[in-house]
């Protein structure tokens, strides 16, 4: 049971990810087509953080699925 909740929260994760960069790209170039700039520094700092979360996640998935695998050979 406790693995399908983690397994959907991850998921969960993952779609919020993609649903506010799909977001935050559409209201990005919103503001580039009012005022004709673009926030470079924005933009930078806003897909370092998420892909920084997704890396995280993944790293926390791998490390976990790497101890259900020494746990079933023991």
């Known amino acids: 049971m406790k693995k399908k ?3 959907k929260y991850s998921k969960f994760i993952v779609f919020i990810v993609i649903v506010l960069n799909a977001l935050f790209a559409y209201k990005t170039l919103s503001v580039f087509e009012v ?3 673009e926030p470079t520094a924005l933009i ?8 920084g979360e997704l890396w995280i996640l ?3 998935k791998k490390s976990k699925t ?3 695998v020494k746990e079933d050979e023991i």
């Open 5 to 7: 909740k983690k397994a």
């Open 35 to 37: 005022t004709g700039n």
């Open 44 to 51: 930078a700092a806003w897909f370092a953080f998420t892909t």
């Open 58 to 60: 993944a790293g926390i």
């Open 66 to 68: 790497k101890t259900e």
